[in-house]
């Protein structure tokens, strides 16, 4: 297995990445071979300080790279040999089996569009993020970025993205998927949300148990996929970061809590592509990166991608 990283992706690149990647050979096997793609002396300074043998990556060399605050899409355009750019290449030509980079979000999902692109039959792409719960397994939530408006069949897709990533990826038997809502009874919602109970209702496609409100969260009591557009999803995704933060600050203690901090999961897969992207948060420490290279790993071994092409043919 290869896998590709983004050296100078994130806010503290490429220190943390390169550091988070030594910490992640530790856990890898000798048959994975992880890629960095970046700056190759500033790479190899970093791993002779840390006294790690450069033999032990793969380096794809370049100078340029796509900045935390750049345009998306004219900095893709611009900069056609940033790190973003080679490891998209690499992807899309097989020399990798997955993508990893905590840096700029949008040009990441630009890039995709233009080198793997989406499986075909699949409207628009997700991000999906999990969600703590008191149980232990964790909810999937969906879409929460990407799409800050849906139609009612993109929703739809959703939850088959989520009910897939969920029984692959978590090892979550038949799962229950539920749309979010203001209640319970189908006639609740905004038109968006009735119109995609209408199209959810009765379907053989996934499990779906009828709508979950806010108060279902952080449980999985009800449901272990959550389905939102993007624009509350994002909302619903920051306010557990606060949330996180808040608690920290009050120097409270408790396993539960800590479940919240992305460091623990590192990156999430961009569903619906033809391939494994994975992105992580742009704040990424060390071991945020190192956590966003094995979650990478059990992606690729999940054939998660080619479990939604086979479900979308």
């Known amino acids: 297995m290869r896998i590709g990283i983004d050296v100078m ?3 503290y690149a490429p220190e943390a990445t390169v550091l988070g990647a030594i910490l992640a050979l530790k856990e890898l096997t000798p048959d994975d ?3 960095l793609i970046g700056d190759e002396k500033r790479i190899q300074g970093i791993l002779e300080r840390e006294h790690v043998p450069s033999s032990r990556f793969d380096i794809a060399h370049t100078e340029v790279f ?3 605050g750049d345009h998306p899409a004219k900095a893709w355009a611009l900069k056609t ?3 973003i750019s080679i490891g998209y290449k690499l992807l899309k030509n097989g020399e990798i089996d997955g993508l990893a980079s905590a840096g700029n979000t949008g ?4 890039g995709l569009r233009y080198t793997v692109k989406v499986i075909e039959g699949i409207i628009r792409p997700a991000i999906a993020s999990s969600i703590p719960t008191v149980e232990g397994k964790p909810a999937i939530l969906l879409d929460v970025g990407i799409n800050p408006d849906c139609r009612p069949d993109v929703l739809f897709q959703y939850a088959i993205l989520g009910s897939l990533y969920a029984e692959h990826v978590w090892n979550t038997e038949n799962p229950r998927v539920g749309l979010l809502n203001i209640g319970l009874e189908e006639t609740k919602g905004n038109l968006v949300s009735k119109s995609a109970y209408e199209l959810m209702k009765g379907t053989k496609e996934f499990n779906f ?7 279902n969260f952080f449980s999985n009591e009800k ?3 959550i389905v939102c557009d993007g624009f509350v999803g994002n909302v619903v995704l920051k306010e557990a970061e606060a949330f996180y933060t808040m608690v920290r600050k009050r120097k409270i203690k408790d396993e539960f809590f800590e479940r919240f901090n992305f460091e623990n999961y590192g990156g999430t897969p ?3 592509v033809n391939s494994n992207v994975i992105i992580g948060h742009g704040i990424s420490n060390d071991k945020a990166i190192k956590n966003m290279i094995l979650y990478t790993k059990s992606v690729i071994n999940a054939k998660l991608t080619d479990r939604i092409k086979e479900a979308f043919k």
């Not at 040009?107 to 630009?110: D, G, N, R, S, V």
């Not at 148990?209 to 108060?215: A, K, R």
């Open 270 to 272: 961009v569903l619906g």
């Open 209 to 215: 148990i009828g709508n979950v409100e806010g108060n």
């Open 33 to 35: 071979k992880l890629v």
């Open 9 to 11: 992706g994130g806010d």
């Open 107 to 110: 040009a990441m999902l630009i």
């Open 81 to 83: 040999n940033s790190s």
């Open 66 to 68: 796509i900045e935390m």
């Open 223 to 225: 449901a272990d996929v």
